[in-house]
């Protein structure tokens, strides 16, 4: 089965600084995709950052970039240059590359609580 | 730039009441999903809609669920029969056939007293 681990529950960083969040994942699969959404307190899931596991560069979106190791099964996010309104709730996601109606469904981290000190 | 839509924001229901969630997925969208989330734990899939069918569910969509699009633009999930472990935020999303992401609505949260 299909599982996505995110060991941190809790993190914190510093206003301006660089923080990481670690996601591993479990699959046979050799297709698929991997996200980070972003959870703030009013619980709106909004989508950070998505790979594309055939895709050997890592997706960048601004001031986030992930670290997608594929043979490790390892998909972080890092955050440059962190800001007040990045705190929230960060979920890593997994999704199987398929376009059969069936098999679609993301399966999720249990999410890391990003605190952002001013 | 179009988005999900869902209401209610927040529904408060007694157990054993039936409640309908509502959803309006992006117009070009053919897949449709729920999702919950009870308070402080992991998001959960419940069921995913293509082609006006359910193409999957999730153990937790027993019977006292249902999804239904009526009219081609609403997406709705029905519980007929709430009860208190039903309390949690509801998000529906949708998806394109080709692209890998699914975009969320705001969510409902459904309170079962």
């Not at chain 1, 001031?63 to 890593?92: E, H, P």
Request: charged share 20%; with cysteine.
């Amino acid at each position: 089965a299909q599982t996505v681990t995110q060991s941190q529950p809790e993190m914190s960083v510093q206003e301006a600084e660089t923080v990481t969040l670690s996601c591993t994942y479990d699959t046979s699969e050799s297709d698929y995709y991997l996200f980070w959404y972003k959870q703030p307190p009013s619980r709106q899931m909004i989508l950070v950052i998505r790979q594309e596991a055939y895709k050997q560069q890592n997706a960048t979106e601004n001031r986030f970039s992930v670290n997608f190791q594929k043979a490790a099964k390892s998909f972080s996010l890092k955050i440059s240059d962190s800001q007040l309104g990045d705190a929230a709730m960060y979920f890593c996601a997994y999704r199987p590359s398929t376009n059969a109606g069936n098999n679609r469904k993301l399966i999720w981290g249990l999410g890391t609580s990003l605190a952002v000190n001013p | 730039e179009p988005e999900v839509t869902q209401t209610p924001s927040h529904q408060v229901t007694q157990m054993g009441q039936e409640v309908i969630l509502r959803c309006v997925p992006i117009s070009n969208h053919l897949y449709f999903y729920w999702y919950r989330q009870i308070l402080g734990q992991k998001v959960e899939f419940l069921v995913s809609f293509y082609n006006n069918e359910i193409s999957e569910k999730s153990e937790i969509f027993d019977d006292q669920f249902s999804v239904e699009r009526p009219d081609g633009s609403n997406f709705t999930l029905k519980i007929r029969s709430t009860k208190l472990e039903d309390s949690a935020m509801y998000f529906c999303a949708s998806g394109t056939r080709w692209s890998g992401e699914q975009f969320f609505g705001p969510g409902t949260r459904l309170t079962v007293l």
